[in-house]
């Protein structure tokens, strides 16, 4: 049992964490406050991708924005499944969290780890060899395709990165700490940001340098995240080592979470046909839709905040038993 003190009281030389519970107190307030951190983060991911897209049109040139854009919505179907699983695991891990079940909670984060490592794996080799072909069914002009596929190649190397902070996060909301995921996306921006002058501006490495700053930034967030998780009281922590999948869990996992990743591509999906159509209509329209499309996104943000938010605090109160 969590005792009521979960990961509040820490030995030396542990940081203590922002872990809590949900279910105490006004529910709209808790709600609302929970949902604002959520809300900054992705904000700032979608700034600092945004930001990207500026630096490669102005110091690269539109036909790397277009090939960069090319490719926006083919990661954003391929990693959608993997958001989605991460759902589930922030449902059960935040079931688990409110019911006070430490061994369950444990087994939920070791599962989420290595399922993320071994699907990272796949993803990259599919993305690794796929990537000419996709490009090719969305239509992508001649004359950008060399840069879309070195893009999209080294984007592929970071993979690991994108899946395991997707998928770790939703264990971080579960523990009922926004305010955390907030600040590893901080990080991150301002890395990518950081990585985009050096590289595009002074470095001058073009789409290979733009590719880097988004890669390596997504994995400076993804291991702050891991190293979150950690450092967590030593019986309920992620133990990098151990590589171990509880089937069961993995399986009331996959209940929740594919569904809503099968969601989250179909979306995407749907868009993929309308790329390949503003592809067809040369590199102008290309790079202009990228543009457009980071703008849109705007928009939905505080409905996933929103959204998450209900999530985490439903699935703790259940876990509790505190159905009303």
């Known amino acids: 049992m969590f005792d009521g003190r979960m990961m509040t009281e820490r030995p030396q030389g542990k940081k203590k964490s922002g872990a809590r519970k949900?279910?105490?107190?006004?529910?709209?307030?808790?709600?609302?406050?929970f949902a604002l951190p959520l809300l900054g983060s992705s904000l700032v991911q979608q700034m600092y991708s945004t930001i990207d897209l500026i630096f490669v049109g102005r110091f690269i040139g539109k036909g790397a924005a277009?090939?960069?854009?090319?490719?926006?919505?083919?990661?954003?179907?391929?990693?959608?499944?993997?958001?989605?699983?991460?759902?589930?695991?922030?449902?059960?891990?935040?079931?688990?969290?409110?019911?006070?079940?430490?061994?369950?909670?444990?087994?939920?984060i070791q599962t989420v780890y290595t399922f993320g490592l071994f699907g990272s794996l796949v993803l990259f080799a599919v993305g690794e060899v796929m990537t000419p072909l996709f490009l090719k069914w969305?239509?992508?002009?001649?004359?950008?395709?060399?840069?879309?596929?070195?893009?999209?190649?080294?984007?592929?190397?970071?993979?690991?990165?994108?899946?395991s902070y997707n998928l770790c996060s939703g264990v971080v909301r579960a523990l009922g700490d926004s305010?955390?995921?907030?600040?590893?996306?901080?990080?991150?921006?301002l890395a990518n940001i950081a990585g985009d002058?050096?590289?595009?501006?002074?470095?001058?490495?073009?789409?290979?340098?733009?590719?880097?700053?988004?890669?390596?930034?997504q994995t400076l967030s993804a291991l702050i995240t891991i190293r979150y998780l950690t450092r967590l009281d030593e019986d309920i922590a992620l133990r990098l080592t151990e590589f171990t999948i509880d089937k069961r869990l993995l399986g009331q996992?996959?209940?929740?979470?594919?569904?809503?990743?099968i969601q989250s591509m179909i979306i995407s999906f749907s868009n993929l046909f309308i790329q390949n159509i503003i592809n067809g209509l040369g590199v102008d329209s290309m790079a202009a839709f990228a543009a457009y499309l980071k703008v849109e996104l705007f928009v939905?943000?505080?409905?996933?905040?929103?959204?998450?938010?209900?999530?985490?605090?439903?699935?703790?109160?259940?876990?509790a038993g505190k159905v009303d």
């Open 22 to 33: 949900l279910t105490e107190g006004s529910v709209w307030k808790i709600i609302v406050l």
């Open 66 to 108: 277009a090939a960069v854009g090319s490719g926006d919505l083919l990661l954003t179907c391929l990693i959608g499944l993997f958001t989605g699983i991460s759902v589930g695991s922030g449902v059960i891990a935040a079931h688990s969290f409110g019911n006070d079940d430490r061994e369950r909670f444990h087994q939920v």
């Open 138 to 163: 969305l239509d992508t002009p001649p004359e950008i395709m060399p840069m879309a596929v070195t893009y999209l190649r080294i984007y592929f190397c970071g993979i690991f990165a994108i899946v």
């Open 179 to 189: 305010a955390s995921a907030f600040r590893f996306q901080v990080m991150g921006g």
């Open 197 to 217: 002058f050096v590289f595009i501006v002074i470095l001058r490495w073009g789409i290979v340098g733009a590719a880097l700053a988004t890669a390596l930034s």
């Open 253 to 261: 996992v996959m209940k929740i979470g594919i569904p809503s990743g």
């Open 300 to 319: 939905y943000y505080p409905i996933i905040a929103y959204g998450q938010a209900l999530v985490t605090y439903t699935a703790q109160n259940m876990g």
